[in-house]
């Protein structure tokens, strides 16, 4: 009792050095206890703790299969691998933008004068010429299609190339009538066509009398019909160069009078873009036009029609500056690469023109392929050569239900000598059908590929141009190529 009494009675005097610096160490001790047993609740991960983990942790989990991710955001590499991307069919009607390397093709559409008069609907177009330039091999090419060729158009089956034209404008569908030339001519030939260009006529005009006018090598005696009523005939004789206004150069690139009729026609209409070509491009013209280009651009744009846009047409129209002459391929479908036909027409009888394909391959190889023709004519060749020597990197996605079909298939296919370069799990696996997607013209690749999987439907084969796809072919297995075939 009496130690207690005096230990109440005690009274603390101030604290010593040595006390100090005790109650010290002390309080930073307790202080780091408490922060460090708080961080080791927090941020617990042996055992689940509900709530979320704060970013102030070492690491953070996005989700149970999400990346794991360091003091600087960046992730940590697990032994788990990430699934493959799913390959998927591009659903945009667009063609692709140039990446300023890639070969690109234009689609030039002129209409029919006689229609444009008449102006009882939407007229029907009267010329096609292919424009093609290929920036790595610096060459260039021209194809000009007959008007009358009898010719499968998107969604509106067989009819004269010159009416899809009209039908696209009369229906009304995205792009009007160019957009469905454009398909239509890209479908037929199997060649990516990324813009199209139609001009009107007073456009045109204009824009040869802003030129100066063109000189043609003419080597026949012509008596033109220039646009419009009560105008003059005019005679053009024989033969050398012939200095041509706006007018004259019109009325000229529109004659087939003549037993050419319209394949000369064509070769008429490539001399006048080749005119075009020598002024806009020659030495003492070109710097001038290229300031002017947008000042042009501006007052001639409601008379043409384009997908092109204003900086592409500049960079081309530099690129056809580093382009000699000589290094133009020509080319006209002409009476030997068609069969002379009769049909019925809007209940009427017409005559039409029905494609060779194999002549027209050939020539097309000879335009958009820097090595002239890549095969001889496809009924005399082997198809497992021609196949071959079209080198087409092929991807095979499964879209059946069968497991491993595409890399079964893919080697059965390897050896037959064909380059499969990817393969893959479809984007899904509802595939009752084998289809097959062109994304560049390999088309003897396509015949075979057509053969081995027994391909007699047109809506099993879609052709999508994408100069910037890593593969020329997709071949999407179906469950009919998995049930009425064994791969050895």
Request: net charge negative; hydrophobic share 40%; aromatic share 8%.
């Amino acid at each position: 009792m009496n130690t207690l009494n005096s230990l109440r009675n005690k009274k603390f005097g101030p604290l010593s050095l040595g006390q100090i610096i005790f109650w010290s160490i002390v309080l930073v001790l307790a202080m780091f206890g408490f922060f460090f047993v708080r961080n080791i609740v927090t941020c617990w991960t042996i055992t689940p703790l509900p709530g979320m983990t704060p970013a102030n942790c070492g690491t953070i989990t996005a989700g149970i299969d999400g990346p794991v991710l360091n003091e600087q955001g960046t992730p940590v590499a697990t032994s788990i691998a990430p699934p493959p991307p799913v390959a998927s069919i591009p659903e945009s009607n667009l063609p692709p933008a140039w990446d300023g390397a890639s070969r690109i093709t234009v689609l030039l559409i002129g209409l029919d004068y006689r229609d444009y008069l008449a102006n009882d609907g939407p007229p029907r177009s009267d010329s096609m010429i292919l424009l093609t330039i290929d920036p790595l091999s610096k060459t260039a090419g021209m194809l000009s299609i007959p008007r009358d060729l009898w010719v499968n158009i998107p969604g509106f089956g067989y009819s004269r190339i010159n009416t899809a034209y009209s039908t696209g404008e009369g229906n009304k569908l995205p792009g009007g009538g160019p957009e469905l030339a454009r398909k239509t001519v890209e479908q037929f030939l199997g060649v990516p066509i990324q813009y199209y260009a139609q001009i009107d006529f007073g456009t045109f005009v204009e824009f040869i009398d802003l030129i100066g006018g063109i000189d043609i090598d003419n080597q026949e005696d012509l008596r033109l019909d220039p646009v419009g009523s009560g105008r003059d005939k005019v005679i053009l004789t024989c033969c050398g160069i012939r200095h041509l206004n706006g007018e004259k150069t019109l009325a000229y690139a529109r004659y087939r009078k003549g037993d050419g009729g319209d394949v000369e026609r064509a070769h008429r209409q490539q001399k006048v873009i080749l005119g075009i070509r020598n002024v806009v491009l020659a030495p003492e013209n070109f710097p001038v036009l290229l300031g002017k280009a947008q000042q042009f651009f501006d007052e001639f744009s409601a008379g043409i029609k384009t997908t092109m846009p204003f900086d592409t047409a500049l960079q081309l129209g530099v690129l056809a500056r580093d382009i000699p002459v000589e290094s133009i391929t020509h080319g006209v479908i002409d009476y030997t690469m068609v069969a002379l036909d009769n049909v019925v027409l809007g209940g009427q009888d017409a005559s039409v023109l029905k494609p060779l394909p194999d002549k027209i391959r050939e020539l097309r190889d000879q335009i958009f392929t820097t090595s002239g023709p890549l095969s001889p004519l496809a009924g005399q060749g082997d198809p497992t050569a021609l196949m071959k020597a079209d080198g087409a990197r092929i991807r095979l996605l499964n879209g059946s239900v069968t497991p491993g079909l595409d890399v079964n298939t893919g080697n059965y296919l390897l050896g037959l000598g064909m380059a499969i370069t990817e393969v893959g799990a479809a984007d899904n696996s509802n595939y009752n059908s084998t289809l097959i997607v062109l994304h560049s013209p390999k088309l003897y690749t396509l015949k075979y590929l057509q053969a081995v999987f027994g391909i007699t439907s047109s809506a099993q084969i879609l052709i999508k141009p994408d100069p910037a796809s890593t593969v020329d072919i997709e071949v999407f297995l179906g469950n009919d190529w998995a049930v009425n075939n064994t791969i050895p």
